[in-house]
């Protein structure tokens, strides 16, 4: 089946710029998640999403950063007033949620390369 | 608070040579998940493996073992007669269950980059 899909693969944006960008989780999964990475590091955890709730938000950076996900599917992450500092990439993962809380697997989408110039 | 430590930040074998990917964590969660992602030079990362926390048998599954051991809160990765198709940059990572129960974020280690050559 599909997996995750992330849009646009590459952006390039003018610092002070606003952001949009999408993840579409595999078909059936309510959780999903958003990280950042940064060259030659692991990813970095942003926020969490339950169905259309965003069960944990500790990873944002600042309140320039926000993520929607209206209908419990597709997320949109938003990042306001761009700084350099911004640029990596930024991957987006959904998993199963499990009957009996066990933590599933994550699978992850290819990443959306955001550079700010 | 969580963390996991991969020491080895770059490794280079020659092909058919076996390789050991260490990984080292930390966690006051006594229910908690241990995970092993590949992650290609084409960037997208693959879910390989994951462990929990009260099964601490070792898995085998056919050139990839894990060696998941408490006492040392070391969860190791073994790749056996390594190819030229290994070379990558392997994350371990670790999830608490926590106060909120089902799953929760991941936090990765900074990868090891492994290269084979032919």
């Known amino acids: 089946g599909a997996g995750v899909s992330q849009t646009p693969s590459n952006k390039v944006t003018e610092k002070g710029k606003y952001v949009e960008l999408r993840c579409d989780p595999i078909?059936?999964?309510?959780?999903l998640y958003w990280y950042r990475q940064s060259l030659g590091q692991g990813p970095e955890f942003l926020i969490y999403?339950?169905?259309?709730?965003?069960?944990?938000d500790s990873g944002l950076p600042n309140d320039r950063f926000f993520a929607v996900r209206p209908e419990g599917s597709v997320s949109t992450l938003k990042i306001q007033r761009t700084e350099r500092g911004d640029s990596a990439v930024y991957l987006c993962?959904?998993?199963?949620?499990?009957?009996?809380?066990?933590?599933?697997?994550?699978?992850f989408g290819p990443g959306t390369r955001l550079t700010v110039t | 608070a969580q963390k996991v430590t991969q020491a080895q930040t770059e490794i280079s074998v020659v092909e058919k040579e076996d390789v050991t990917l260490d990984c080292v964590y930390e966690?006051?969660?006594?229910?908690?998940?241990l995970f092993w992602y590949k992650q290609p030079p084409s960037g997208e990362l693959v879910f390989l493996i994951r462990?929990?926390?009260?099964?601490?048998q070792n898995e085998i599954s056919g050139r990839y073992s894990w060696n998941f051991q408490k006492s040392t809160s070391s969860f190791n990765f073994t790749i056996t007669a390594s190819q030229v198709v290994d070379s990558a940059v392997y994350f371990c990572?670790?999830?608490?269950?926590?106060?909120?129960?089902?799953?929760?974020?991941?936090?990765f280690g900074k990868g090891i980059t492994l290269s084979v050559r032919p």
């Open positions: 993962a959904s998993s199963l949620t499990g009957w009996d809380s066990s933590s599933y697997e994550q699978y």
């Open positions: 078909s059936g999964h309510t959780a």
């Open positions: 999403f339950q169905g259309t709730g965003a069960a944990d």
């Open positions: 966690t006051r969660d006594t229910t908690y998940y």
């Open positions: 462990r929990n926390s009260f099964d601490e």
């Open positions: 990572a670790l999830s608490e269950r926590g106060i909120t129960g089902a799953n929760s974020k991941l936090t």
